[in-house]
């Protein structure tokens, strides 16, 4: 006997109940199917956790109509495939369904049950196929992503764990004040520092200490975005990271670059959201404590979006973190320095701040091989008991002269 948490899951919505008795039925040997009498409670079902793969919707209902129901059922539920039944004559309605909806397939009413069968095999299929392409570029988007990160975190240790530390404290941010796409916001803050790599060596010394810099320099500085949109955007699907760089020197109040105008509410989140975590690392970097750099952003209010100033203020101030010490063969991928790590006559090899990876672990593993070796312990940031509680559950990123990093 097939189990029914094996089928595809099915949702159809109509208004009568007769109708998708019959249905129900009629179906039950192939699919799981769930019903819903009206667009509303259409609406509810969508809410469950486990997703449906076709949702199918009468056109002609009382209330919210068919064009309306997909509509929303494409918002609610972007994965499912969907379905038109209609027993309307007048196709430029359904028209209007199948574009709003953007709806696989349509039939009219009365469907015998071969035809509807087949409808919604067609309908799985699509569905999954969707799914199979997006799981592997998405496959493909992660390893170019990771492949970008390891080569910076050689190139440039100091940038790539600048750009893990501007990570978290984005992380934080956005874990008050949950935006769409969070996943490309974090990763347009973590992959800021590409450009590093274009710069002479004693220009990358200072800006690593936040030094102040001359002209030629600076014009050096202000091009690093251009240059890390240069190296993302042969990458599929990071359009909304690229641009999120491409402003990110770009203040809310429409200074800085690039001048094209582009201000407020105008300017794309992640550029408004990297530009606050970059200017603040900048200020660490200094040696301001987190309050102090805080009262620095606030004295250039105008330059960042209130918002994300109002959810970033709490975040500073608690910015202080625990720490402990591991040996170096304890050392694990996902720890965050929370000093620098040195040689035993105090040569600077990893700064403070960058979260571990295997290249990195590989790397303190050569520097130990050599006679300077390694100072052990390392200190790295402590777990918190709700980092710690996550993991076990997945288990069963005060003048106008103040040194900012648009000024």
């Not at 347009?188 to 001359?214: D, F, H, R, W, Y």
Request: hydrophobic residues 45%; negative net charge.
């Amino acid at each position: 006997m097939t189990n029914t948490a094996d089928l595809p899951r099915i949702l159809l919505v109509d208004d009568e109940p007769n109708l998708l008795d019959g249905f129900r039925r009629q179906l039950r040997r192939e699919f799981s199917v769930e019903t819903a009498v009206g667009a509303a409670k259409g609406l509810f079902a969508l809410g469950q956790e486990k997703a449906f793969e076709v949702i199918v919707s009468d056109f002609l209902m009382p209330g919210i109509n068919g064009a309306e129901f997909l509509a929303a059922a494409r918002r609610a539920a972007p994965n499912s495939t969907r379905m038109l039944l209609t027993g309307h004559t007048d196709l430029s309605d359904a028209a209007v369904t199948v574009n709003q909806g953007q709806v696989f397939r349509m039939l009219l009413k009365p469907v015998d049950h071969e035809t509807m069968t087949n409808a919604l095999n067609d309908c799985v299929a699509q569905h999954r196929m969707i799914l199979g392409q997006r799981e592997l570029l998405e496959q493909t988007l992660r390893g170019s992503v990771k492949a970008l990160t390891d080569v910076l975190s050689l190139a440039s240790p100091t940038a790539f764990g600048r750009g893990a530390r501007m990570r978290r404290v984005a992380s934080a941010v956005l874990d008050k004040m949950p935006v769409e796409d969070r996943w490309a916001v974090e990763l347009a803050v973590e992959m800021s520092q590409l450009g590093v790599v274009s710069l002479p060596p004693s220009v990358a010394a200072k800006l690593n200490i936040g030094a102040e810099l001359t002209d030629t320099e600076r014009a050096m500085v202000d091009k690093l975005p251009e240059v890390a949109e240069q190296i993302i955007s042969p990458i599929p699907r990071l359009s909304s990271v690229s641009e999120a760089i491409r402003y990110s020197r770009k203040g809310f109040d429409g200074s800085g670059l690039p001048d094209d105008g582009t201000a407020g509410d105008r300017l794309p989140f992640g550029a408004r959201l990297l530009h606050l975590v970059e200017d603040y690392d900048v200020l660490l970097m200094q040696g301001m404590s987190p309050v102090s750099a805080l009262t620095t952003l606030r004295s250039h209010a105008r330059r960042y979006d209130p918002v994300l100033m109002e959810a970033f203020a709490g975040i500073a101030i608690a910015g202080a973190e625990g720490v402990r010490g591991v040996m170096l063969d304890d050392l694990e991928c996902g720890m965050v320095l929370a000093v620098p790590v040195t040689s035993k006559t105090h040569v600077l090899l990893v700064n403070a701040g960058q979260e571990v990876t295997m290249g990195l672990i590989n790397r303190l593993h050569n520097f130990a091989s050599l006679e300077d070796g390694v100072t052990e312990p390392l200190i790295v940031v402590a777990e918190t008991d709700a980092e710690t509680d996550e993991t076990e559950a997945e288990v069963s990123p005060a003048d106008e002269n103040a040194p900012a990093a648009t000024d």
